[in-house]
């Protein structure tokens, strides 16, 4: 398997998406014209890791693009057809790249959190970020939306649905 570096560089996304949809199984079904991800990332390519966290579902990949701020990495897995020079037989494999993804004039939520006897807590929260300006370390989230968090991942969903809605 190859590895590879592509940067692409975006302007702040609005809604916080890079242009490519993908189906539950985070296989980029399409790319929108124009956007970060058109002429980078393609159809058929499978999303893996954002910033190095590895993605399990659509929801915590949005939410993991959204906070990621200024740098996003994104590495991909592309499922490449290339004729071999030595056998002149055509060889399938699976490709994997590293797109880094630079947010122009963008502030990143900078919120990382654990779970911590049952309740999701902060963990740290980055200097200049968002969350600096409204919440420090060891702050503890009973209620988002008039809903309490059951998981860290629960709570980032529905942070990024707030910040969605409100910017």
Known sequence: MRMAQLEVELLPPEDGKIGAVTDDSLKVTSILSGSAADGK???????????????????????????????TKVKIERFANRVDNENTQPASRFEHVEVLMKLRKQRKLGLFLREYDGAVVVSRVDPGSISAEILQQDDQFLELDGQRPRCKEEARTMIVKALRVSV
């Open 41 to 71: 990332i393609l159809p058929g390519d499978v999303i893996l890791t954002v910033n190095g966290e590895e993605i399990k579902s659509r929801n915590q990949l949005e939410s993991l693009i959204l906070s990621a701020g200024c740098i």
